[in-house]
T-cell receptor, first 116, second 114 residues
């Protein structure tokens, strides 16, 4: 089946620094990718929809200047957490639909971010 | 408001016992429905999905789910659980004709009693 990878799998950074997380579709092209945030023992909350060649669409309450999304190619979307703070510590997950969203979405393994 | 509800936060069953995890959705039309499993530190894996047709769908790892329109439910079942089934289970739905995003339930954590 299709595979979505994320890099890094975990990252620890100091408060005030920026962290970039990559999401790649390894064997298919994805014009759309989704970024989620998952707090411990909670569900996935959609943060934004990443659109290849255009601006990302952010969910209500998500700061677009804080969470920069770049979908530079049909196989790569990046999420940059700018000026990270301890409250940004979380599990970030990306996903990509194989074709139409009604079809199977493939999820990356997630990136654990810890901001000290 | 459109939503997906999993009323059980945590369920414990004995190994070999049957399992049913509940999921309800709130939407005017029939959504596209999914069940995902997440093991600790792992990504989400699709267990099964319902788009249309037969309301009883079979998935991987011996799971099945039944769509009941009258109850707005899509409950996940397994006749005999294994210790390896211990994980977090998420019901999800794509709501709306534009199919712009997927909405997840809050999840049910399954523990297996030896």
């Amino acid at each position: 089946g299709a595979v979505v990878s994320q890099h890094p799998s975990r990252v620890i950074c100091k408060s005030g620094t920026s962290v970039k997380i990559e999401c790649r579709s390894l064997d298919f092209q994805a014009t759309t990718m989704f970024w989620y945030r998952q707090f411990p023992k909670q569900s996935l909350m959609l943060m934004a929809t990443s659109n290849e060649g255009s601006k990302a669409t952010y969910e209500q309450g998500v700061e677009k200047d804080k969470f920069l999304i770049n979908h530079a190619s049909l196989t790569l979307s990046t999420l940059t957490v700018t000026s990270a703070h301890p409250e940004d510590s979380s599990f970030y997950i990306c996903s990509a639909p194989y074709s139409d969203l009604r079809e199977t979405q493939y999820f990356g393994p997630g990136t654990r971010l810890l901001v000290l | 408001a459109q939503s997906v509800t999993q009323p059980d936060i945590h369920i414990t069953v004995s190994e070999g016992a049957s399992l049913e995890l509940r999921c309800n959705y709130s939407y005017g039309a029939t959504p596209y429905l999914f069940w995902y499993v997440q093991s600790p530190g792992q990504g989400l894996q699709l267990l099964l999905k319902y788009f249309s047709g037969d309301t009883l769908v079979q998935g991987i790892k011996g799971f099945e789910a039944e769509f009941k329109r009258s109850q707005s439910s899509f409950n996940l079942r397994k006749p005999s659980v294994h210790w390896s089934d211990a994980a977090e289970y998420f019901c999800a739905a794509v709501l709306g004709s534009s199919a712009s995003k997927i909405i997840f339930g809050s999840g049910t954590r399954l523990s297996i009693r030896p």
